[in-house]
C-alpha cells in the first residue's frame, strides 16, 4: 500500500512493519477463534484428525502472541512515535491514544493467557480450560478496537471491509456452534427419552 502511494518507506521503516505485523496479527486472531469454534463444532470431523486441528490451533495461538509482540515491540525504536517499554505493556500509559493502547494491552494479556492455557490444562482441567476460552471474544473485541480506533490502515477501504467480514465471519460460526451445540443436546436426549419411554410401557 505505501509503495502504491509513493511513500519513501525507509523514512517509517519501523512504524509500517508495526502496521503490517498489526494486521497479521489481528488476522491469526480471527483464524485462531474461528478454528477453535469450528474444532469444537464438529465442522473438520473425517476431514483430518481431531487431534491434528488441535495441534494447528496450538501452534497459531503461538504464533499469534509472537506477531503481536512483534507488532508492539518494532515501534520501540521508532523515531516518530517515541513509545517507552511501559506504554507498549502497561494500559493507559501510552501518550498516543491510550485507550485505544490499552484496549489492544489488554486483548494481548487475554491472547497470553489462552495460549498458555493449552499447556496447563492437566493442572486447571478441561472445564476450567473450556470457560477460560470464551476470554476469547473479549481479546477479539479489544483487538477490534485497538485496530479500529488507533490502526493507520483503518481509514483504508480494503481494511475495512477486512474488518467486517472478520465481524460476520465470526458471527457465522458463532452461530453455527450454537446451532450445532442444540443439535448435540437433542441426539443426546433421543435415547433417553426412548429408554424412558420403554419403561412406562413396561410398567404399564
Request: proline share 2%; glycine share 8%.
Amino acid at each position: 500500500m505505501a509503495l502504491a502511494a509513493g511513500v519513501d518507506l525507509s523514512l517509517h521503516t519501523y512504524w509500517y512493519l508495526g502496521r503490517a505485523g498489526g494486521l497479521v496479527a489481528f488476522a491469526l486472531l480471527l483464524l485462531s477463534i474461528v478454528l477453535g469454534v469450528a474444532i469444537s463444532s464438529r465442522i473438520f470431523d473425517g476431514l483430518l484428525a481431531r487431534a491434528w486441528f488441535f495441534e494447528l490451533h496450538k501452534f497459531i495461538s503461538l504464533f499469534l502472541i509472537a506477531a503481536v509482540l512483534f507488532h508492539a515491540l518494532i515501534m520501540l525504536p521508532d523515531p516518530y512515535a517515541h513509545y517507552s517499554l511501559d506504554e507498549l505493556l502497561v494500559p493507559f500509559r501510552s501518550h498516543i491514544l491510550p485507550e485505544a493502547t490499552a484496549a489492544g494491552i489488554l486483548s494481548f494479556y487475554g491472547i497470553v493467557l489462552i495460549g498458555l492455557s493449552f499447556y496447563l490444562t492437566k493442572w486447571i482441567g478441561q472445564r476450567a480450560w473450556r470457560v477460560l476460552h470464551y476470554v476469547t471474544f473479549a481479546t477479539y473485541a479489544g483487538g477490534a478496537l485497538h485496530a479500529v480506533w488507533a490502526g493507520t490502515d483503518s481509514g483504508l477501504l480494503e481494511v475495512r471491509y477486512f474488518y467486517l467480514a472478520s465481524a460476520l465471519g465470526l458471527v457465522f460460526f458463532i452461530q453455527y456452534r450454537i446451532l450445532a451445540a442444540r443439535s448435540q443436546r437433542k441426539a443426546a436426549a433421543r435415547p433417553a427419552k426412548a429408554e424412558f419411554d420403554r419403561g412406562v410401557s413396561r410398567a404399564a
